[in-house]
């Protein structure tokens, strides 16, 4: 993947700020936070550009040309690259002139076809969200320190070690790719090394925000997750998500559709949120028409973390 964006310091930057601050109800100190995180949001898209990577270092690495990308400025391509061993970490750099800023480094993983992998959820998966009204995502998104869910870290730790350290885990989220520094920054702090898929959308309004964050999120992720399974329809994998939007009926919908790649589906019932509907959400009907026709050991609702670690436990040696 690459996005391509310029700075972009318009006129209207200050007044976003403001509206945003005013929507959450921040205080007025909060300006620099909310600028700070609002900085990705405000780059013109510049469609069409091709990148080039240097794969494994300036010296003796791989030349590989990403794109053109569409006109979001976002590019997705398959590129062959030099063999490797399974679980080696391989750093690669963008050649752009002198001057040009962003993240301009990548860390591709190598994974064998067969094996564990795990796919997960992040919003109120792994980082504290608490909410799925507007105001809250705005809040969450632009002003609050983000935040691991309690225990998660060391769930995904132990998950990663249990399945071994060389597995890959998948990051998959409704955020937009604008989103990208601020979400890989959090990952990195508490997570497993891994893939971050977002969602390849540009906005230059709030409305647009919410919307990207809050619609087809179901179709979104069974099309990302489609894509996974092509790259590696060998693997066994572990889907992890929460009741606040639509990860119980996007991973029901993946299994019906790949029950021999799926083994197991973990869903955080989130109670912590005072949420309209989140009552409604974490009825067991609802959980019980998600995963229809799909064998109860392979889904489990868990409020507390240590509910998970026996049963992945047993289904690692189970199917060893």
Partial sequence: MAAVWETNTGAGVSGVVGDIVGKIGGNPGDDEIVEERLRPFVREVRPGRVVNVRFGGQEHGRNLKLGPGGRDGISSDVR??????????????????????????????????????????????????????????????????????????EFYAYLQTLITTSAPFFYLSASPYNLYSFLSEFRQAYYPQGTMILRDANWMNLAGLLETLTVGTQEYKVDRMEKIHKWLPKRKMICVGDSTQSDPEAYGEMYRKNPEWIKLILIRKVTDIAAIGIKEKNEPERFEKAFKDIPKSVWKVF?????????????VREKL
């Fill in 80 to 153: 062959p690259v030099p063999d490797g061993k399974d679980g080696e970490v391989v750093t690669s750099r963008v050649r752009v002139p002198e001057g040009v800023q962003g993240l301009l480094e990548s860390r591709t993983v190598y994974a064998e076809p067969e094996g564990w992998g795990v796919i997960s959820d992040i919003d109120d998966s792994i980082k504290v969200t608490q909410t799925s009204s507007p105001t809250g995502i705005l809040r969450n998104t632009f002003l609050s320190k983000p935040e691991p869910i309690a225990g998660m870290p």
């Fill in 303 to 315: 409020e507390d973390p240590q509910e998970c670690y026996t049963l992945v436990d047993n289904l």
